[in-house]
């Protein structure tokens, strides 16, 4: 049975389900068009999208806006969500059991959004949603097919920030996402 957009909201805001709820001060739910062709999933929220109740806000969001932008596509037209739903402390990374605890709403947005495209941001984001080991250096930019939808590992805006050198493959992979969509809506 298929979740609605009020269901899915109201089971995250109230859900308890792990230690991250302790801690937060919002949860970040996901945002932009509930009907998008191309989905973003990161791994979880930091201090600014708690504070928010946004994903992808800060220098990491402005990023990943432009990146979005260069492709020919605002980011009202994209969704974008996390693996996890709270803030780990110190942003540090979603534990095994809280990724869990939050894999069946990720898994009721991508049901509910029904992205053609989902794109992956980062390791963490890779190995909770495709339940698989990735290296992101060696990995990325290669498809993935799953029950007619794509998916693709890429690096997170805050390792594009961290290590600039990394942004001509960052590049790389945004092109083949800006053709792969074209493919699909000439298919």
């Given amino acids: 049975m298929k979740?609605?957009?009020?269901?899915?909201?109201?089971?995250?805001?109230?859900?308890?389900?792990?230690?991250?709820?302790?801690?937060?001060t919002n949860v970040v739910v996901g945002e932009g068009d509930?009907?998008?062709?191309?989905?973003?999933?990161?791994?979880?929220?930091?201090q600014e999208e708690d504070r928010q109740g946004r994903p992808f806000v800060g220098r990491s969001g402005e990023l990943l806006t432009r990146m979005i932008q260069a492709i020919g596509m605002e980011r009202t037209e994209v969704y974008i969500c996390n693996v996890v739903k709270c803030r780990p402390p110190k942003n540090r990374n979603?534990?095994?059991?809280?990724?869990?605890?939050?894999?069946?709403?990720?898994?009721?947005q991508v049901a509910l959004v029904r992205p053609k495209v989902v794109v992956l941001l980062g390791k963490v984001a890779c190995q909770y949603t495709l339940n698989e080991q990735v290296f992101i250096t060696r990995d990325h930019g290669v498809w993935r097919e799953r029950k007619g939808v794509w998916f693709m590992p890429t690096f997170h805006p805050s390792a594009l920030l961290r290590d600039p050198a990394k942004k001509r493959d960052a590049w790389e992979d945004f092109k083949k996402i800006r053709d792969k969509l074209k493919e699909l809506s000439e298919a």
Avoid at 6 to 17: M, P, R, S, T
Avoid at 37 to 44: A, K, N, P, V
């Fill in 3 to 24: 979740v609605s957009w009020a269901q899915l909201y109201n089971d995250i805001g109230e859900c308890e389900k792990c230690r991250l709820c302790e801690t937060r």
């Fill in 34 to 46: 509930p009907h998008a062709r191309l989905m973003f999933i990161g791994e979880g929220p930091g």
């Fill in 94 to 108: 979603p534990e095994p059991d809280e990724a869990a605890a939050c894999l069946n709403y990720l898994r009721g």
